[in-house]
């Protein structure tokens, strides 16, 4: 049976650790760091059960950072937005959409390059 259209994700990055400590310090948690082998190395998001993982991901010749092509993932920054915004530049990211409304029924995004130079979004119901 089918619970959702997605069931994993993966942001390319070029320095796992560097990338790690950069949403680590805008979301104020720890990440699992893995070593599969083969240069490929991953930080997973912590994640709840019945829920969407996901994870950094490090490999020089199969995943690369984009901020312009590809799709845009939306991380969850509940329950403040705003908190998790104002870190982005301390932390070596830049915000390139300030927080703002989608809609009364869908809440608040924003858009962000991560450490890595990914373009993400974050998003909150406030």
């Given at each position: 049976?089918?619970?959702g ?30 070593d ?16 969407v ?54 809440g ?15 998003h909150?119901?406030?």
């Amino acid at each position: 049976m089918m619970k959702g259209a997605i069931s994993w994700f993966e942001i390319p990055v070029k320095d796992i650790q560097r990338a790690k400590d950069f949403y680590e310090d805008i979301f104020g948690f720890e990440m699992f760091s893995m070593d599969l082998g083969d240069d490929l190395q991953m930080a997973l998001f912590p994640v709840e059960e019945q829920t969407v993982g996901g994870a950094l991901i490090e490999h020089s010749d199969w995943y690369v950072p984009s901020n312009k092509k590809g799709p845009l993932v939306y991380l969850n920054a509940n329950p403040d937005l705003e908190k998790v915004q104002e870190r982005v530049k301390p932390a070596g990211g830049e915000v390139q959409i300030a927080k703002r409304l989608i809609s009364e029924d869908h809440g608040y995004m924003a858009v962000i390059l991560d450490s890595e130079g990914n373009r993400i979004a974050l998003h909150s119901d406030e």
